[in-house]
């Protein structure tokens, strides 16, 4: 990037800075006769399956509308949840782009494996797998995020937390079109009408940008990823005021090209500049719902299927000799497919007693396909089912009591490798008043193994038939307060998992093997969010934490991840203009091998500005500005190093017709 352009952003970014430390003496004011009223708060239904305010939810709960998605400039559900306070964003590079199953992931607490992705309530995680950046933010209506486990609820993968993305029903009739640097271009269409509504929308990325630099037996190599795209068709559908349809194609493509940099072995037939391999990943996902609800009974019946595929030439081994024969080509391809019904009733047993109870059960297929790299099919399927309930009591007006158990098992998997589980939970909240709660949280958690974990999603991957069950324990205590224009939330929280199942490398034979490690963090967790009718309104977040695990190789407790994160944001309305200035910093961050001590990365900080003008009802015109500080900042979490992409910005035109 250009000097001057980056002086550009960075005093731009000092100027709103300054209207932020300006602004918070006037926002402090506004509490005042003119904003007395009481402040009820966003409803969250995922955290209890049950419609409750925000702050008499005993969880620690986020809530992003699609107001404040908009507000901000999220293109993708990844995005809108990258800077949210004790979430850590996890990326292969810019526009969100994944390497086949290496996907951009949201880590909860520190808890890489244990986030449940949901769509309207169903899951939609394919061997535990997701892709966040392929949901356009279009299509959102609100997104729920339950941080502490949620496996008594929702089963297994619930570990860290669960992520609801709820769609929408309504849908404004527009037209989008935008361009960016660095070859970008977005195209979105939005139309609806009595309770229909479709959404397409277009993402590509299109000129190289390198995103990590890897050592070798030779010496180094670089990798460029370019031709980022993503696709997504969307269809919903109100058939009765109960009954909702939505339907969901998501495809996703990315090229990464790797070039030799440096070569200091006299053996090697590599020379600098030389393609040492390409790598073209694309992904393509069919979400298929139809779902129930009334006063009493909630139901959804859910299809997925998806395949993922990978290929291309291999033109030089680890060493530095040149390939031959079928070295030469790389490639492999999985489909997976997910079907099931989840059906729940909610009984009112008395005036301060209510149960909710239910059962869910799932078939599960993983396929590996013919490739290049995959010497033969193989098919593996099992059962899962559940029945939960839980019990809420209410002993007077201050004091709720909230029990859980849920009972998994799974039937019909290969050599009978099958697994159960008994989880329980206890919750208890305590109203100090209308404005202010406080609450305790003990929840067991579980992840049972996925097919390709157990074994191998291709031939660099070693089977592990015999993974243990991943088990933990989450405990909490919070308090939440939401007064006048002011939302206030604080918790403390202690995780304990047995038989972490974490992936480990073996470089010397190129391959990984997934075996069980013993996990653990303990943090606390403060955040405010203050919304004015005056021009600002402000957001910001204090997360630190301590997550360490330890593994047999090891044999002692090792750092993983961040141990502080930054979040804040601020919003400006003006007339006819919007802006927002967004960040969240992560500190003493470290990157773990699997077989070797941690060693300290440097932080990231993930910026965004985004500005809209809105010259009449049927206009808008948006900028936004990713990474504004231009920083080259590690964006993994793993021992692999990969970079987010400089400065970028994105203008998009909307009419409304």
Known sequence: MRKDTKTLTKQVTLGLTAMLVAGSFSLTEAADSRTVEQNLGDVVVTATRSHKREVETPAATEVITAQEIKETGAKNASEALSMLDGLAYGAFGHNGAAMGTMSNEINIRGVDNGTLLLVNGNPISWRGKYDLSAIPADTIERIEVVKGTGSVLYGSEAMAGVINIITRKKAANTVTAGIGNSGQHHYAFNAGGEGLVINYDFNEWK??????????????????????????????????KNL??????????????????????????????????????????????MNYHDKNWKAGLYFNNGTVSSNGPTNFSSAGRTT?????????REKNITYGLDVQRRWKLSPRRNLISGLSLQRENYQKLYAHSTNKAEDYSRNNWAAFMQLEQKFDAKNTGIFGARQTWTTGAWRDQNYHNFSVSGQWLHKMDQANNLYVSVAQSFIMPTFSQMYGASDAGVPNPSLKPQKGINYETGWKQNHHNHQWKAAIFHIDIRDNISATWNAARSQYTYNNEDFRNTGVELSCNIKSRKPLSFHWGITWQNPVSKSEKKGYWDRKFGKLQLTGGVTCKVGKLKSNLSGSYLCNRVQTPSAEHSFSAKPYFLTSWHTSYQPDAAQEITLTINNVLDRHDVISHSSSTYYGAPASYMLNYTYKF
């Open 244 to 289: 909702d349809f939505f339907y969901g194609y998501h495809e996703t493509e990315a090229r990464y090209d790797r070039y030799v940099t440096e070569v200091t072995s006299a053996a090697a037939a590599a020379q600098v500049g030389d393609l040492f391999n390409s790598r073209k990943y694309e992904t393509k996902r069919h979400l298929t719902q």
């Open 324 to 332: 031959t024969g079928t070295g030469t080509s790389y490639g492999t």
């Open 207 to 240: 000129h190289g940008v390198d995103v990590s630099q890897s050592a070798t037996n030779f010496g180094q190599t670089r990798t460029n990823l370019n031709h980022v795209k993503k696709q997504a068709i969307n269809v919903g559908y109100s058939l009765t």
